[in-house]
């Protein structure tokens, strides 16, 4: 199995591939499109901004390949966010993937501080991306901007607010969280999409 991951300007790649290299997983790091679209599976990571970060996307062609793509596609975190229809961040449209919009958190007191960041239990659906979970789990954040709850969402959490910790649509996932700095959860979730 070869898996790609998409290459452009964010940040994170590298916590990507050492999860991969523990699980033994075969990866690329590519821009290519025939690479992307050949690949058995794709991961679309990223910590940046979103603005910035679709502008690079439509002057390389990429958000063209990235949605036109066949094969199992997660993306992680931004990967996620821009895999959305617009996000506050920038004032950007996005990918379009799925149908639901990215908005910032709004501190509603003053104990609530913003980046979200560290380890939050989620409560999963019986989705294949969490194969094997019983229970609730506690998966790693850090943003600033997340996705309400909607028709694609298979995995919640709440600070703040509630807000979609995961969605699949098709052979789109996508996690809000870091699955590569999530401990042996994150390692799981991981295989689960490689099993896919």
Known sequence: MKVAIVKYNAGNVSSVMHALDRLG??????????????????????VGEAATTMDYLRSHGLDSIIKGLAQPVLGICLG????????????????GIF?????????????DKVPHMGWNGIECTGDALFKGFRRPESVYFVHS???PVCDWTIAQTTYINPFSAALHKDNFYATQFHPEKSGKIGGKILCNFLDL
């Open 25 to 46: 997983a075969e990866h690329i790091l590519t821009d290519n499109a025939e690479a992307l679209r050949s690949a058995d599976k794709v991961i679309f990571p990223g």
């Open 99 to 111: 149908n639901v919009p990215v908005v910032r958190f709004r501190a509603a007191s003053n104990e």
């Open 80 to 95: 996620q966010q821009l895999m959305c229809s617009h996000s506050e961040e920038g004032d950007v449209d996005c990918l």
């Open 145 to 147: 901007f997340y996705v």
